[in-house]
């Protein structure tokens, strides 16, 4: 029954609500993800037209087309739950859409995360064209992990244990 409470009982909400709420939610996530997709795609995209572009070496050419198929799925898959809701919105499947999106920006984040991380090292194998881009990118990729990763994980952990 869609009108009886359920899930946590300090919010009183029915299975209903709480696939609304949690639509919301995963919504405004979407929207922080996408834009920064965009940006780094729309960015990369322009590299190719620049002067430079024609001197880099094939390995440095190489990871920019890995580093732009990155920024394209990762683009393409966070604009997903678009998609996702034109084709189910109306059929009673929220929770379902819910649950499909919610795995959908995960994997759209790492996507993007290793967009971010692959066009810092192209910048910088440019820009240096030694080493530190790879001690900087790696520093920058060990960051993202525990930032995106690990303290969430941490969280998680600490907070059922509060609850038990």
Known sequence: MTGERTGDPERHETAA???????????????????????????LLSVAFTPR??????????????????????????????????????????????????????VGVVLLALAVNLSVLLLLLVATDNWLAWLVTSLITLWFTVCWLVLPVLLLRSGGRRAS
Do not use: C, N
């Not at 709420?21 to 919504?27: D, I, K, M, Q, S």
């Not at 996530?29 to 795609?41: K, N, S, W």
């Not at 198929?69 to 929770?95: D, E, F, M, S």
């Open 53 to 106: 572009f024609q001197t880099l070496s094939r390995p440095v050419e190489m990871l920019y087309v890995v580093a732009v198929a990155l920024g394209a799925l990762a683009t393409g898959t966070l604009i997903a739950p678009v998609a996702y809701h034109r084709l189910l919105a109306g059929r009673h499947l929220k929770p379902e859409l819910v649950d499909a999106v919610g795995r959908l920006v995960s």
């Open 17 to 43: 609500e709480r696939a609304d709420r949690r639509w919301t939610e995963t919504l405004q996530e979407v929207r922080v993800a996408q834009t920064g997709a965009q940006i780094l795609f729309g960015f």
